[in-house]
């Protein structure tokens, strides 16, 4: 993959000291392209509403172009595709923000502008009601080319990618660092297996770039902001799923939410956001199709799951240890079975999206029935 010179000067534009998108944006929209707005004299950077001298020097100062040379180089190495906002193949629903990504990295081949994308969302600690809700949710869209968004975190996140793999229904995942790594660690997995089964993984953060605590709501705007409708599975009060549904807002997207029991805390900010009418309450798949205007439209048929399944010899050695349905928890079957924790993971992770075994509260896995 070769680059295009400007791909350098719009890297470059993402590192400029006080420049963020929104003034990004109005250059853009001014000079055309990134390699135009470092060429232009500092006096027309000016002249541009909300630049002003101090940003226009800045532009001017800019000498760090190594970096963007290095990740340019990073970039061609691991076949990433750079989305400039102004390239056809970036994610247009974002154009409707006011703070869209200047730049966006993408591993993968979902497609960004599909006709339908929702986005599921959700806390880091879901209960089983959580859970459950989830399954029914993807598994019930999975009769229609829907596009699936979530952040690819603890709980829901999590949850909601695992069952769009299980259901064939493409889902990318946005992140809050760069495309060198994943966090957490341990859904390495889990992405290996989204980009394997069609999907993708979306960030505006160069590489190594850390998930430091501010990255997540620079993060959520890109949820709230891809997409038709954001969908909140259960949150409490406080989280980044009450940040995303309230910048989702903003952005005068569709906000749905499952309600749930008036004691129950990781329920609270949905009934919050239905009582305050930030949200619309939905009780299934069914709802959120009506209400968005997509149950006339043709559905495809769902696919068939694959009766027979191939299992290698760790899958095969952990299942052994579920006899008599017994519930081990993951220490469980790494003491066990005598393989490493790594190997482990990836035998559960291959076992539950072939629908073999399912994860219970506790770290506890089960046989399905």
Not at 85 to 104: E, F, G, H, K, S
Request: charged share 20%; glycine share 6%.
């Amino acid at each position: 993959m070769v680059l295009a010179t400007d791909t350098l000067y719009q890297v470059a534009l993402t590192l400029v000291p006080q420049l963020g998108p929104v003034q990004s944006r109005l250059l853009i929209d001014a000079f055309g392209s990134a390699q135009t707005i470092f060429k232009t004299p500092a006096p027309a950077l000016e002249k541009i509403e909300g630049i002003g001298t101090a940003r226009a020097r800045s532009i001017k100062n800019f000498r760090d172009f190594a970096a963007a040379e290095k990740e340019l180089r990073f970039i061609e190495k691991y076949k990433i595709k750079p989305l400039f906002i102004t390239d056809q193949d970036y994610p247009q629903r974002l154009l409707n923000c006011y703070d869209p990504p200047t730049l966006l990295y993408y591993k993968g081949t979902a497609n960004l502008n599909s006709s339908k994308i929702v986005s599921v969302i959700g806390t880091r600690t879901h209960s089983t009601y959580g859970e459950l809700l989830t399954e029914s949710l993807v598994r019930d869209l999975a009769t229609q080319e829907i596009l699936i968004i979530s952040g690819l975190a603890f709980g829901v996140d999590a949850r909601a990618h695992k069952s769009c793999i299980k259901n064939e229904l493409p889902t990318v995942a946005v992140l809050a660092h760069g495309l060198d790594s994943i966090y957490p660690q341990q859904h390495n997995g889990l992405a290996r297996e989204i980009l394997k089964r069609d999907g993708g993984l979306l960030t505006e953060f160069r590489s190594f770039t850390k998930p430091d605590k501010h990255n997540f709501p620079t993060r959520n705007r890109i949820v709230a902001g891809i997409c038709d409708a954001v969908v909140v599975i259960e949150s409490g009060m406080k989280g980044g799923s009450m940040v995303t549904a309230e910048i989702a807002n903003g952005y005068n997207k569709d906000i749905f939410a499952f309600p749930g029991r008036i004691t129950d805390t990781k329920s609270a900010g949905c009934n919050f956001l239905i009582q305050n009418n930030k949200a619309m309450l939905v009780a299934s798949a069914a709802d959120l199709l009506r209400f968005l205007g997509w149950d006339e439209e043709k559905i495809r048929p769902a696919k068939q799951r694959h009766l027979f399944v191939q299992l290698n010899e760790p899958e095969k050695k952990l299942l052994e240890l579920f006899a008599n349905n017994v519930q081990p928890t993951i220490d469980e079957l790494i003491f066990y079975s005598g393989l490493n924790s790594s190997g482990v993971a990836a035998a559960l992770l291959n076992l539950e999206l072939n629908n073999i075994i399912k994860s219970m509260p506790g770290k506890k896995f089960r046989l399905v029935d």
